[in-house]
């Protein structure tokens, strides 16, 4: 009998597959496991993780207008075709989203004019 893993690996290397095979399901009846639901799972929950943290769309939210507030409220007229007072309020309000919904290279492009102007930018 193998004293140490690299023993019984070296072991393992020396024997045919129908042979391991056969040891493989010996082991599962003596211990009531399953080495095929172990290996399915884990590729699934592998698989799954990624999706979650990948989104094709985001909010663009405002969360300072910073120094230069004029030209903060120029961007997002022009970004939400709100009128100068409900652009001036939105600025205002901040934090408080500008957009929802957009492709994130457009939310990006949006980021990028809210900061150039003076603003602060997240997007969730």
Known sequence: MASSTAEWIEELKGISVLELA????????????SATA????????????PEEEVSSTVDVVLTSSGEKKIQVIK??????????KEAKALVDEAPKP????????EAEKLKAEIEEAGGSVELK
């Open 38 to 49: 172990v290996a399915a799972a884990a590729p699934a929950a592998a698989a799954a993780a």
């Open 98 to 105: 500008i957009k929802e919904g957009l492709e994130r290279d």
């Open 75 to 84: 961007v997002v007229r022009a970004a939400t075709g709100l009128g100068l």
């Open 22 to 33: 056969e040891r493989i399901k010996a082991l599962e009846e003596e211990f009531g496991v």
